[in-house]
């Protein structure tokens, strides 16, 4: 959906390092933002979520930032890991969800 | 014990054809939809449902119906398949309708159609 853009259709990163997956937006009317994970011949599968009125959420290595001026999105994954290697999709929206064309992440050991 | 399944895995059609993809959820969940997977891997909301009632009908061709016999099932019928057709076709659902925090999509494993 060009409303969601992840400008970076692939990633790639050292075990261990900080791995940073970005999202920008158009609509600044969206409540909730959305990270799903996705691996091949799977469906997404949720990962971590924020609403509009924070601007941070932290679950274990992953951490959502998201700044609404900017209308930007971003999830950091520290440490990296060889299994977090899969598509990341950011996902947002109010009554159905919007989401990007997925960023291809390989973390090599 | 999967949450989201749909059947079946692959579709290999031909143009003109009418196929039907199945999807069933025993999670509890009140809303379903389908989503379509393109060619530019974007994940699009073709229809959404709720408790059996239709919610979210995006721009889709009349050939695409979905039916949803309870609220555990919302299968897809897809009438005079063509070319275009052929994606990856996604089977959703969630504990409630519209976005929310606390109330993430559930997907399936996809559908991936082939018209020939």
Redesign the interface.
Known sequence: ?QQVKQNSPSLSVQEGRISILNCDYTNSM???F?W?KKYP??????LI???SIKDKNEDGRFTVFLNKSAKHLSLHIVPSQPGDSA?Y?C???????R????TRLTVKP | DTAVSQTPKYLVTQMGNDKSIKCEQNLGHDTMYWYKQDSKKFLKIMFSYNNKELIINETVPNRFSPKSPDKAHLNLHINSLELGDSAVYFCASSRMTGAAENSPLHFGNGTRLTVT
């Open positions: 959906d969206f409540d909730y959305l799903y011949a799977e469906g997404p599968t949720f979520s924020i609403s598509v999709f996902a947002m929206g109010n009554n159905d969800m989401f990007g064309a997925g």
